[in-house]
């Protein structure tokens, strides 16, 4: 499994813990209550969800509201399938919560694990925040090196590049200060609903709404309708 495909499932997992959706409404807050899937092609939501049914970590249940009902027979669609999240596939999100190692705090998997700090203890959610303030300041002192050996051979627009995307990280080991400093001292963040995205200065190192270079920030793709 690619690290992109286990954000993915990732996320499915974390936001089906808080209720049932159908594929649309996943489709949905992937995209917007979770901006770190913009890039994501939503091609890939579907098969993700076949492998986490078949995994035994989701399980299908047809719609069963009034509007499922009526459209299905007028529009010769089926009606929309809802994914549940099994006993198992909660117990494996909780396993995949626990974990603070590299993966848990890279450019690539940091903002999908951020938006579920709500779900998560606080000696998880600290050890991932220093290591994410760790993994940058090494950045930031590979950034600064870099520019003092080669600040002579720039011009000034590439040398204006290298200052703005070093502002970026310092702005990010400020945020990931006030941080640690508010679970340090015990304070909760009060804020958007667990599986929401935090907001950051849209210049973050990060990836969504905590932005990282490299995002696609087109929208999606047309809504599916069969599912």
Known sequence: MSRRSGILEFAVLGLLRESPMHGYEL??????????????????LYPCLKTLVANGWLIEEPGNTTEDALAAPLTGRRAKIV????????????????????????????????????????????????????????????????LTRTRERLDDY???????????????????????????????LKGPASGASPRQDTTSGTSGDLPRPGDDPRPGSPDDTAT
């Open 27 to 44: 489709r949905k807050r992937l995209n917007t209550s979770l901006g770190v899937f913009r890039a994501f092609s939503y091609g890939t």
């Open 83 to 146: 994914y549940r999240l099994t006993a198992d596939g909660k117990e494996h999100f909780e396993q995949l919560l626990s974990q603070t190692g590299p993966d848990a705090y890279e450019d690539e998997t940091f903002a999908a694990r951020f938006a579920f700090f709500g779900q998560t203890s606080r000696d998880v959610r600290m050890r991932v925040l220093e290591g994410r303030r760790s993994r940058l300041e090494e950045r930031l002192e590979k950034m600064r090196a870099s």
């Open 158 to 188: 590439t040398l204006e590049l290298q200052r703005h995307g070093m502002e970026s990280v310092e702005r990010e080991v400020r945020w990931l200060n006030e941080l640690i400093e508010s679970e340090r001292a015990g304070r909760d």
